[in-house]
C-alpha cells in the first residue's frame, strides 16, 4: 500500500544519494523485520544527527511493500483528540472520537477489522516525538497493543531528541520504554565515517569517474 502522511520528512535529495552507515541499515532491516508482529522502535540524537533523513529512508523501503502502510503524524504537539482524528485519515478509519475510551476503543476495533480483512500492517511514524504531550505519549501504548498486551495491532516508530530519551526514563513511561525493540541512537561521525560520507557523494554526484 502507499505511504500517506509523509509530510514532514525531507525531499530534497534522492533515495540512491543518502549515505547510509551500517546502524542506519540495521535499523532499517530490524524494523522492517518488526512490522510483521507490530512493536515499537525508535531514533534518538542531537538535531542535525539524521533522524529525518533515516525515517525518509525507512519510509522508502517500507512503502513498496503491498501488505504494508506507512503514515506520518505531522503534529506531535496535538491534543488527544486531534491526534486520533490525523491518525484515523492517515489510514482511512473514520474517527470522531467524542472521548478517550469511545476513540481508543473505536480505532482499535476498526483497525482490527481491517487488518485481518485486508492483511495490512500499519506503520505509524512520529517525528519530532518528545513534543508529543504526556496523555498521547501514554495512549500510545494502550494503542498498540491488544488482547492484553500480547499482540500488537501496528508498528510505531518515535523519531526525538535526548528528551525523549529523558521523558521515556520517568516512572510514567517505564512500560513503553522497556516495550521499545528497536533502537537507534545516532551521534556525530568520526574522520572516518565522513570520509566514506564524502566519497558516496561525490560518487553520486558523477565526481569519481
Known amino acids: 500500500m502507499a505511504s500517506r502522511g509523509i509530510r514532514s520528512l525531507p525531499a530534497c535529495l534522492p533515495r540512491r544519494s543518502i ?4 546502524r542506519i541499515l540495521s535499523f532499517v532491516q530490524r524494523t522492517r523485520a518488526l512490522t510483521t508482529d507490530g512493536g515499537f522502535a525508535m531514533i ?3 538535531p542535525g544527527a539524521g533522524k529525518s533523513a533515516a525515517l525518509r529512508i525507512l519510509s522508502a523501503e ?4 503491498r501488505d504494508v502502510s506507512v503514515g506520518t503524524i505531522g503534529r506531535p504537539q496535538a491534543s488527544i483528540a486531534d491526534f486520533y482524528r490525523e491518525a484515523g485519515d ?3 478509519v473514520d474517527l470522531r472520537p467524542h ?3 469511545n476513540g481508543s476503543w473505536l480505532l ?3 483497525w482490527q477489522a481491517h487488518i485481518d480483512a485486508s492483511l495490512s500492517h500499519p506503520v505509524l511514524v512520529i517525528d519530532e516525538a518528545q513534543e508529543l504531550k504526556p496523555n498521547v505519549l ?4 494502550l494503542l498498540a497493543s491488544s488482547r492484553l498486551d500480547s499482540y500488537n495491532l501496528l508498528t510505531i516508530v518515535l523519531a526525538g531528541d535526548m528528551r525523549l530519551v529523558g521523558r521515556l526514563r520517568s516512572d510514567e513511561f517505564l512500560p513503553l520504554n522497556s516495550g521499545m525493540r528497536v533502537r537507534l541512537s545516532l551521534e556525530r561521525q568520526d574522520p572516518t ?6 566519497r558516496h557523494a561525490l560518487d553520486k554526484a558523477g565526481c569519481l569517474h
Do not use: K
Open 19 to 22: 549515505y547510509l552507515d551500517n
Open 90 to 92: 492517515i489510514f482511512g
Open 44 to 46: 534518538t540524537g542531537e
Open 193 to 198: 565515517e565522513l570520509q566514506s560520507c564524502l
Open 138 to 141: 501514554s495512549e500510545l501504548r
Open 99 to 101: 472521548n478517550r475510551w
Open 62 to 65: 517500507l512503502a513498496p511493500q
Open 108 to 110: 482499535r476495533e476498526r
